[in-house]
């Protein structure tokens, strides 16, 4: 979880300081604006029903998505959808079960997870439009 949420805590700072100064001002330049949509995805992210705890593995995958931009592209009410396309794809439990017998995520690992987030954020993108 710490390697693929290590930048998380710094960004969700960052959004919250830049969110509120965003309010007295509408004029913001492209790399602002980014930062407050990204902080925005992160937040939805992390957002969970009450008594239904995601599994830590499921997590990992849902973070290093928000964390590496696989959200970017998409609305901020589509992030709940995103989830939802991530925990029903059938290469989640592949992925979950190497994260929980390796204990971190390897090159291997990771290059599964950007395969199933790319078909995920595919398929999102294409229900959206």
Same mark, same amino acid.
């Given at each position: $979880?710490? #390697? *693929?949420?290590?930048?998380?805590?710094?960004?969700?700072? #960052? +959004?919250? @300081?830049?969110?509120?100064?965003? #309010?007295?001002? !509408?004029?913001?330049?492209?790399? %602002? #604006?980014?930062?407050?949509?990204?902080?925005?995805?992160? %937040?939805?992210?992390?957002?969970?029903?009450? +008594? !239904?705890?995601?599994? $830590?593995?499921? $997590? /990992? *995958?849902?973070?290093?998505?928000?964390?590496?931009? +696989?959200?970017?592209?998409?609305? /901020?009410?589509? /992030?709940?959808?995103?989830?939802?396309? *991530?925990?029903?794809?059938?290469?989640?439990?592949?992925?979950?079960?190497?994260? &929980?017998? @390796?204990? =971190? /995520? !390897?090159?291997? %690992?990771?290059?599964? $997870?950007?395969?199933?987030?790319?078909? *995920? =954020?595919? !398929? =999102? &993108?294409?229900?959206?439009?």
């Amino acid at each position: $979880m710490k #390697q *693929v949420a290590g930048t998380m805590k710094l960004e969700l700072a #960052q +959004y919250r @300081e830049v969110a509120a100064f965003a #309010q007295f001002g !509408s004029d913001l330049d492209e790399a %602002t #604006q980014a930062l407050l949509n990204r902080g925005a995805r992160l %937040t939805e992210v992390l957002k969970q029903a009450q +008594y !239904s705890p995601l599994a $830590m593995e499921a $997590m /990992v *995958v849902l973070l290093f998505g928000a964390t590496r931009g +696989y959200l970017d592209g998409l609305p /901020v009410n589509k /992030v709940g959808a995103f989830e939802a396309a *991530v925990h029903g794809h059938a290469g989640l439990d592949a992925v979950r079960a190497t994260i &929980k017998a @390796e204990g =971190v /995520v !390897s090159d291997a %690992t990771e290059a599964k $997870m950007r395969g199933l987030l790319d078909e *995920v =954020v595919a !398929s =999102v &993108k294409a229900a959206a439009a």
